[in-house]
């Protein structure tokens, strides 16, 4: 399947997005379907990240993405190429995707079939992450060229993530960037944050975070 | 001056951002004072840029800075260094400013007798593009590193700018991105927009943005 939907999903209705979050978790445990919510900067490598991760995982898990941005559709084309499903959810202006609009996602892209879906969250370190998606786990991603400050400037989001994947490891040497600091500053906002340094472009680091991957729905599918 | 306070502003009572906006830039004109909304990603460059203009037009403007942030005083600290008058602004969790509350910032700062004021806006490319925050111009920072498609994903900060800095050009050799395909993908968006590439390391490209800065300054004050 090499093709992919527009949808343009709207503001939830629900009173408590945090419940209706919950719920949505309870319904994907019924479907034995793992929903990670993957936020990050515009830029900083979702997409990429995400191809080299079907790549990786491809013989084991069966997975889609879904795919949501204020208003485009290069993302999807980006991810279709790789041959899983994909969905572009446009959020109409909105800088980020609550629960409801993310089951209205689910719904017309027929997630119960798949394993693992990821939600590429609209690129904002600051909305997306005041938003329960309903998402089993959420992870983010700092790009290295970002700098290693951005645990002090956006705590919300490094707060509210199982993950944190530092990517475009491969142009350190270009940029001041303290891996030391980073993981000092992210665990001062998150003492239990799993941070995994990748470079999609030279594949290192990628074996950890897909372990991780393959553990997380293995565990959500068993227990 | 080597200090900076730091000010929790609160979101607008008015009901009219626009009309509130106009009023603004009124007030500003009467006080001859220039006032640049500096937009971006997080982590796009806009402080380290911003230090690097303030050290070329240190000499010939009477300069000040006021940094927005959710909640840290990185950016004022970094700036502040510089010996510039420099403010930082907590907006309290919220990702844009509106023309209220950098009104209630110019206030606190005292800026009448400055040629130049920037406000650095909270690290976003959607939120404060919906803001019009009374600024005489708008200008967005655009990263080698974020990927040349930015203005097909986030159209409306495109269409704002009055210009477009693409930062980091010294790491251009290390990553996939398309000065050409930028442009055309940026003036799809707003054929007015002006683009000056710049590294601000190697100081590559800060003349032309420094002289625009001049020129926009003087405009404003002799009108």
Redesign the interface.
Same mark, same amino acid.
């Given at each position: 399947m090499d093709q992919y939907k527009v949808i343009e999903v709207k503001e939830s209705v629900f009173a408590s997005n945090d419940a209706d979050a919950e719920r949505l978790r309870q319904e994907l445990k019924g479907d034995k379907t793992f929903l990670l919510n993957l936020m990050s900067?515009?830029?900083?490598g979702k997409t990429t990240l995400l191809k080299k991760t079907i790549e990786a995982l491809r013989g084991d898990l069966a997975m889609g993405v879904m795919e949501a941005?204020?208003?485009?559709d =290069?993302?999807a084309a980006a991810i279709s190429e790789t041959g899983v499903r994909s969905i572009q959810l446009h959020t109409g202006?909105m800088?980020h995707l609550d629960a409801d609009m993310t089951r209205q996602g689910l719904r017309e892209f027929g997630a119960q079939d798949l394993d693992l879906v990821v939600l590429e969250n609209?690129?904002?370190? =600051?909305?997306p992450a005041?938003f329960d998606t309903g998402a089993v786990k959420n992870a983010m991603i700092l790009? =290295?060229?970002?700098?290693h400050?951005?645990p002090?400037?956006?705590?919300?989001i490094f707060q509210v993530c199982d993950v944190l994947v530092i990517s475009?490891t491969? =142009?350190l040497p270009?940029?001041d960037f303290d891996m030391e600091k980073v993981t000092e500053y992210a665990h001062m906002r998150n003492p239990n944050l799993k941070i995994f340094p990748v470079s999609a472009k030279t594949g290192e680091g990628m074996d950890a975070w897909c372990n991780w991957l393959r553990e997380e729905v293995a565990e959500w599918k068993c227990v």
């Open positions: 900067s515009p830029g900083a941005d204020i208003d485009s =290069v993302d202006g800088c609209v690129g904002n370190l =600051v909305c005041e790009s =290295v060229p970002e700098g400050d951005k002090l400037k956006y705590p919300l475009k491969d =142009v270009y940029f």
